[in-house]
């Protein structure tokens, strides 16, 4: 089967700054290496770190690059990637949705001219989250193309079931809709150094207490709300550390109220960290936090990767957290946008040394039902359904 990834961004072998990527379109990867080691022929179409066209072929991969020549509200503009793509011959058309439109007009474009079936995972809603026109306008626009994607998509993929109810668009397609988790590569966070070797790697104290953050610096993921409990945990537990990994639009306004609460002393803004650095982050941590507050979000691969590395979790109420999270057992649910709320359960597991250990025990113990092995034969059946219609 000839099969044509659609994604904004497709990580590069080697990590490059100036290409930042998030969890969808680490999803888009793994699942693509996990489809080529089946047998399949994989194409995927995405943007280039630079302005020049590129092809990267390694074994039945071959990753199409087109040329970026600019970049609005973060994402890259590539003009080839609409029309090029159809040079190329693929049995099924397989697109990411995430934030960006130009992907999504490609594989609408290409299934339609050349007839040929639409798969589309959903990776969550995109809601305004600013005031400004130009961007509640792009956002609008985007939703629209969005709209046009799952009218066409023989099957969508939801990574959460709990999603699907929750999504102000999925469901209007409830009767197409399967879910198909995220995975993760186990052997990845399996690293052989010891939580004190990984964090002098990274420059991290040794003998301080890890909260970690992980992930993109936007108000969905609510790191603010996590700075504004940090004064709590810090009055509790003064030898605590809050390390922010990650980099996006709020990176300035939370130093500013880094400062402003006066905790600069606590946080540690380590900035985007590339796939080969995660482990380190993850294995020098004590507790993994994620307080988002928007319902956009569906299936954080953090929580998978904290969980490989066996960290217990303490994340907001979320209805679709529950497909990985089991409050008391491998995490905390907090009350979503509630500093107090997080920062209690924060208090507790760092004052609980057995209760830490046994949540992240139990948290490695469930993630073995999530490798991209069996992620992929189920992504497979779908296939075969789709191109059987």
């Not at 760092?350 to 992929?376: D, F, P, Q």
């Amino acid at each position: 089967m000839k099969i044509g990834y659609f994604v904004h961004r497709f990580p590069y072998s080697n990590a490059t700054k100036n290409y930042k990527y998030g969890g969808g379109e680490v999803v888009a990867y793994n699942l693509a290496i996990s489809m080529a080691k089946r047998g399949h022929d994989i194409h995927v179409f995405t943007t280039s770190a630079t302005y020049k066209d590129s092809v990267e072929k390694n074994g039945n991969i071959a990753v199409h690059r087109y040329g970026t020549l600019a970049q609005i509200l973060q994402r890259g503009i590539s003009p080839n990637l609409i029309l090029k793509p159809l040079k190329h011959e693929v049995d099924i058309v397989h697109v990411h949705i995430g934030s960006s439109p130009l992907e999504l007009i490609t594989a609408l474009l290409y299934t339609k001219l050349k007839k040929k079936p639409l798969v589309a995972t959903y990776h969550g809603d995109v809601i305004p989250s600013r005031k400004s026109i130009a961007y509640r306008s792009s956002v609008w626009l985007y939703n629209a193309v969005v709209r046009k994607v799952l009218d066409s998509a023989d099957i969508i993929i939801s990574p959460s079931e709990y999603y699907i109810n929750e999504s102000i668009f999925l469901g209007k397609y409830h009767d197409k809709v399967v879910s198909i988790p995220n995975g993760i590569n186990l052997e990845d966070f399996d690293i052989p150094y010891s939580k004190k070797e990984c964090r002098e790697k990274l420059r991290l104290p040794t003998d301080k207490k890890i909260i970690l953050f992980l992930g993109v610096l936007h108000p969905k993921k609510g790191p603010d709300i996590l700075l504004k409990a940090m004064p709590r945990v810090i009055s509790i537990i003064p030898d605590s550390e809050l390390v922010i990994a990650g980099d996006g639009i709020m990176r300035k306004e939370l130093e500013e109220l880094s400062e402003k609460l006066r905790i600069n002393d606590y946080v540690n803004f380590a900035g985007f960290v590339p796939e080969n650095l995660k482990p380190l982050y993850y294995n020098s941590a004590d507790v993994f936090c994620l307080p988002s507050r928007m319902s956009t979000e569906v299936f954080p691969m953090v929580l998978l990767e904290a969980s490989a590395s066996g960290l217990p979790m303490v994340v907001s109420d979320l209805n679709t957290f529950k497909c990985i999270i089991e409050d008391g057992y491998n995490g905390l649910f907090t009350k979503r946008g509630n500093k107090n709320s997080l920062a209690d359960a924060i208090i507790y597991l760092l004052e609980n040394e057995e209760a830490r250990k046994e949540m992240g025990r139990n948290a490695r113990e469930k993630v073995e039902n999530y490798s991209w092995e069996r992620i992929a034969e189920m992504t497979e059946k779908v296939y075969e359904q789709v191109i059987s219609y």
